[in-house]
């Protein structure tokens, strides 16, 4: 079993910077890629970005490209989302996942945060 627990999300105004991170434990071995995705209020859940801890793949959405970063620390099983130029749109409770391949789906992963909320206004 694979524990994971964001934190670090809030309110911002348009325009701001916000960091999530996501701390991860138990048998995180072999589960390479980390992933955030995030679910906006009616909508379906969405890919955001993906890392591979023993790597330097690191994948992003389109909408996301050029305002977000995604590192990881491989010494503390943290990852963190770094989301700059934030707008409304961004809203959203952001997840972390693991135990998938790299896909953009979120059906390809196996493990989940509770999700941290994120709110940007206008």
């Known amino acids: 079993q694979v524990q994971l627990v964001e934190s670090g999300g809030g309110l911002v105004q348009a325009g701001g910077s916000l960091r999530v991170s996501c701390a991860a434990s138990?048998?995180?071995?072999?589960?390479?890629?980390m992933g955030w995705f995030r679910q906006r209020a009616g909508k379906e859940r969405e890919f955001v970005a993906a890392?591979?801890?023993?790597?330097?793949?690191?994948n992003y959405a389109e909408p996301v490209k050029g305002r977000f970063t995604i590192s990881r620390d491989n010494a503390k099983n943290t990852v963190a989302l770094q989301m700059n130029s934030l707008t409304p749109e961004d809203t959203a409770v952001y997840y972390c996942?693991?135990?998938?391949?790299?896909?953009?789906?979120?059906?390809?992963?196996?493990?989940w945060g509770q999700g941290t909320q994120v709110t940007v206004s206008s």
């Open positions: 996942a693991t135990g998938g391949r790299g896909s953009s789906s979120p059906n390809d992963y196996t493990y």
């Open positions: 138990g048998r995180t071995f072999g589960y390479d890629v």
């Open positions: 890392i591979r801890w023993s790597g330097l793949w690191i």
